[in-house]
Structure formats: C-alpha cells, structure tokens
C-alpha cells in the first residue's frame, strides 16, 4: 500500500540556493504536516494544511519557509537563500480527517528529507 | 502550550536486558500520549499510544508504557529487548482538539548491544 512519499530523500545545496521539498500524502487524507527535525532533536512542528488552506504556520522559522498545497494533495515545502542552519531533516505526515474534531486523528509520516546545507 | 522531556539522550543496555526509557510532559489541556520509534535511515514509526482508559498500554513488540497523571510521566519499558530494538525513541503529545499537531521530546537511543 502507498504510504507518505517524500522527494527528494536527500538534498544538498550551497548556501543562497533555493530549495523545494516534496511531500506526496496518502491519498485521501485531508490534513497534512511539515516537520523539522534538526541533528539530535526531535521533530519540530512547521505547518499544517487542511485540503489546500494552510490553517497554521506558526512553526515556520522565517521568512524565507513557504509552503503550499495548492490541489489538496500534494505540498511543497519552499526554503529561499539557504542558510547553514536549515540544515535539517524534513518530515510530511498526512492524516484522514481535518482537525476540530476530538476524535483521536493518527499522523502518518514519510521518510523525510536530509537537506545538508554547505 | 506543551513541552515533553526526555532525560536520557542514550541508553546503552545488553541484550535480553530489560530497559525502561523516561518521559515527562506537560500541558495545562488533556493530551494524548505516544510513542514514536525511528529506524536508522526510516521515518517516524508510530510504536504505542495512551488516548483514554486503561493506563497502561502495549505495543506489537513487546514495549509497554503506563500513563501516570499524577507525575504527569509516560514511562517505555521492555521486559527483555533485542539487538534488532537499536532506534531513537521519541516520546510525544498531542491536544485532544484543534488539528493536534504533535510536541516531540528530544529523543532517546536506544543501544542494545549482545
């Protein structure tokens, strides 16, 4: 069965370069998170769209993150001028339903992205 | 707003040890509770989960862990592991309501060695 895919799974670039990550959720699923997990932390939450509205984006570290999901399915993590300090691995999860239900509502999570930025 | 702690940034123990990896949360809201595994080079691995009831809770492998709102602690344990449970261990929180965006700790691995 297709899980979260997430494209490319490593990616390095020079400092300044523009770089776009891509997350394919399962299909479906109406709700969609990007985390940040940077070397030896856990998971940072970024942001989260419910079908192509990014409801919450409070976790991005600067100006310079934008994310879009334009169709509802797949999102683009968009990162400009690069910094040493995105560095980073970057993690989609999907799940089934939107958010503001109190139902339990489970994340699944794609292999993630190793930038390495030089 | 919520903050999950894990003190033990690794565990090294023997195999067919038993080990027990520390949690503590905290939340001024209910939360679910979980725990999360992650295989070198894989992704997040959803391994238990504490949502209501029972409080103590099992996973497919042999990994336990016991709600204890009292100590506001989600405590994994293992009677006897494998070299094959060698993985980081992020324990992690969510809110009942809104889009429940998960808290992660910093993350515990897990060394099993023979």
């Known amino acids: 069965g297709a899980g979260v895919s997430q494209s490319p799974r490593y990616k390095v670039a020079k400092r300044g370069q523009d770089v776009a990550l891509r997350c394919d959720p399962i299909s479906g699923h109406v709700s969609l998170f990007w985390y940040q997990q940077a070397l030896g932390q856990g998971p940072e939450f970024l942001t989260y769209?419910?079908?192509?509205?990014?409801?919450?984006k409070s976790g991005l570290p600067s100006d310079r993150f934008f994310a879009e999901r334009p169709e509802g399915s797949v999102s683009t993590l968009k990162i400009q001028r690069t910094q040493q300090e995105d560095s980073a691995v970057y993690l989609c999860?999907?799940?089934?339903?939107?958010?503001?239900?109190?139902?339990?509502?489970?994340?699944?999570f794609g292999p993630g992205t190793r930038l390495t930025v030089l | 707003a919520q903050s999950v702690t894990q003190l033990d940034s690794q565990v090294p123990v023997f195999e067919e040890a038993p080990v027990e990896l520390r949690c503590n949360y905290s939340?001024?809201?209910?939360?679910?509770l979980f725990w999360y595994v992650q295989y070198p080079n894989q992704g997040l691995q959803l391994l238990l989960k504490y949502l209501s009831g029972s409080t103590l809770v099992e996973s497919i492998n042999g990994f336990e862990a016991e709600f204890n709102k009292s100590q506001t602690s989600f405590h994994l344990r293992k009677p006897s592991v494998h070299i094959s449970d060698t993985a980081e261990y992020f324990c992690?929180?969510?809110?009942?309501?809104?889009?429940?965006?998960?808290?992660f700790g910093t993350g515990t691995r897990l060394l099993v060695s023979p």
């Open positions: 999860a999907s799940s089934l339903r939107a958010g503001g239900s109190s139902s339990y509502n489970e994340q699944f």
């Open positions: 939340s001024s809201v209910s939360v679910y």
């Open positions: 769209f419910q079908n192509e509205a990014q409801l919450d």
């Open positions: 992690a929180v969510s809110e009942y309501t809104g889009f429940q965006k998960l808290v």
